[in-house]
């Protein structure tokens, strides 16, 4: 929509998790790093939380495409099962074979085979469960348990837990003690700090191609980041329409109020101002939308 306006190859706020994007600010290295070193010292959970919009999602990405070829990830982004269908879902990311109707005891063998040949290739194997607060309890201990798999050596399989603050809470229950024990690493994201938006921002668009000088205003990346608060996934929602009411403005530079009504048309906006016009907010995002679309159709 804008991107021919602003000398840019690609939209720089999208929410999917891009790893050509991943920010190396202080808190998402240091993230990183525990990460890489846990799963080279290959025992127990790792545990990283932080709260909705901190970029969860996308240091998982990036863990799993920064590991060597000796270790194989599983994925599961969606881990609220009960456990039967938790280790059925662990077992066709490892690409297990099972037997036709496979009982519990066959699932589990199956599992074990395959986790011993994968280490006698000289293999890790890492399994990383996004939204991890969703995990019934039940399945959190059967997960416990899968982690006893061993040789006289190691650990067959690493467990890295991503989830909300509750996560913290699940794992201070009594009956999941044994587990909560176990986590050997663990990190919380929080949100940026103000330097770090400005960083974030001009990292972003120079991988989407922008080569100019400054794009959002010095007062723009100010307002920008009360607004989000520092969260990650809101700067960007809010960057992106706040370069659509500049495009649809014809203007060449992100300004402070570009930003202000872009806050102003977002539900999660942390922005004091925002209570105060939020109709001229929707309807300037909208007549900038609107802009658009005719400019681009003409």
């Not at 240091?30 to 010292?41: D, G, M, P």
């Not at 105060?276 to 400019?295: E, F, I, K, M, Q």
Request: aromatic content about 8%.
């Amino acid at each position: 929509m804008y991107q021919a306006h602003f000398g840019l190859r690609e939209a720089p706020f999208g929410l999917t998790p891009d790893t050509s994007f991943f920010f190396n600010g202080p808190q998402s290295q240091k993230a990183l790093n525990t990460l890489l070193v846990a799963a080279r010292n290959g025992e127990g959970f790792i545990k990283i939380t932080g709260e909705v919009g901190t970029g969860k999602t996308f240091l998982c990405r990036k863990f799993m495409q920064s590991l060597g070829p000796d270790f194989v990830t599983a994925y599961i982004p969606n881990p609220n099962l009960p456990p039967q269908a938790l280790i059925l879902a662990l077992a066709d990311e490892l690409s297990v074979l099972l037997p036709k109707d496979a009982d519990q005891h066959q699932l589990l063998k199956s599992i074990n085979l395959r986790l011993l040949n994968l280490a006698a290739q000289g293999k890790h194997v890492l399994l990383c469960l996004d939204e991890a607060q969703a995990i019934p309890l039940d399945s959190l201990e059967a997960l416990r348990l899968l982690t006893n798999l061993e040789t006289e050596k190691r650990k067959l399989l690493q467990i890295v837990l991503f989830g909300q603050p509750e996560l913290d809470a699940k794992l201070a229950r009594p009956e999941i003690r044994q587990l909560a024990q176990r986590i050997t690493f663990h990190y919380d994201l929080g949100p940026l700090s103000r330097d770090d938006v400005e960083f974030y921002v001009a990292h972003r668009l120079r991988v989407a191609g922008f080569d100019g000088a400054r794009l959002f205003s010095r007062g723009a990346v100010a307002r920008l980041y009360v607004a989000s608060g520092g969260i990650p996934r809101l700067v960007n929602i809010m960057a992106h329409k706040a370069l659509m009411v500049a495009y649809g403005e014809g203007r060449q530079q992100v300004s402070r109020s570009h930003v202000a009504l872009a806050a102003s048309d977002t539900v999660a906006s942390k922005a004091p101002w925002r209570a105060r016009w939020p109709w001229l907010a929707g309807a300037g995002v909208l007549a900038a939308c609107t802009l658009s679309w005719t400019l681009l159709n003409r």
